[in-house]
């Protein structure tokens, strides 16, 4: 019987990769380099010649149900990657169907974001729920949106693009995409680094632990390390970091009245530091009717395993 899947995340600098079976047990797992393969056919050899043997020691491809992989600009209705920013093969890339033909095995393939959604419904914090919203907190700002147990994909596969509404109107610039005030400009933990060097240069008479870097050293992570030490700069970029990712959320909520907003990433190391300012901005831009409704809560699913937990659980969804 069919009872493992093979889950595929790829991200910009490394891909991710393992062997999970319908319980959300990772048995095996390994990663390989994105962007040092020049061409997508010479990426899925390599990731061939990794997968191949684990299959092989697990029992053969009649024991395998298929591969489910969550990428950039993953098209879930055509299987075709399309124009993603941060890979280097341009265009639009077939990549579901040459993974199949390589692999000879069935192909799932979607955007990263609605995978981290999938993986969260199946095996995470949203166990049992149909209707909620993940917001990723990392490099960017990813989403998935759940309605009646179904990811929001819309007519063309990419609807859910969160990250990239406007919540401050010609506000920050966000440099990949050109657009000025999207929420990723902001809430991200490169959006924290610009409000740090923002606040740092424009509070230049306030004492701070983060004057002690280079502004090429600033991180988020250097940015919560500093807050924790009572920093005050470091806590003010927390606190308006909260107050636009939960303006951002309200809208969300009074958009598609989820059961809960379940938030990952990096940023959510900083624990309540983030989810406090986060939660009473939501709360205060909410009308009447939708507060003290939405969960606001983080992951259950460890970082390191979510992304490949994700991509299996697209072979499992009915």
Known sequence: MADLAIGIDIGGTNTKFGVVDRNGHILEQGRTLTNDKSTPQDFIEDLFTKIQPMIERLGGKEKFAGIGIGAPNGNYYTGNIEYAANLKWPGIIPFASMMSTRFDMRVKLTNDANAAAMGEMMYGAARGMKHFITITLGTGVGSGIVIDGKIVLGHDGFAGELGHTIIRPGGRLHKGTHIHGPLEAYASATGMRETALEMLATQSDTPSLMRELKPEDITSQSVYEAAVKGDKIAQEVFAFTGQLLGEALANFVMFSSPEAIVLFGGV???????????????????????????????????????????????????
Do not use: C, H, Y
Not at 282 to 298: G, I, P, S, T, Y
């Open 268 to 318: 959510t190391k900083a624990g309540d530091m983030i989810l406090n300012p986060t939660r009473q901005a939501m709360e205060a831009n909410l009308v009447q009717v939708f507060k003290n409704k939405v969960k606001l809560m983080f992951s259950e699913l460890k970082e390191a395993d979510a992304a490949i937990l994700g991509a299996s659980a697209l072979i499992w969804e009915a």
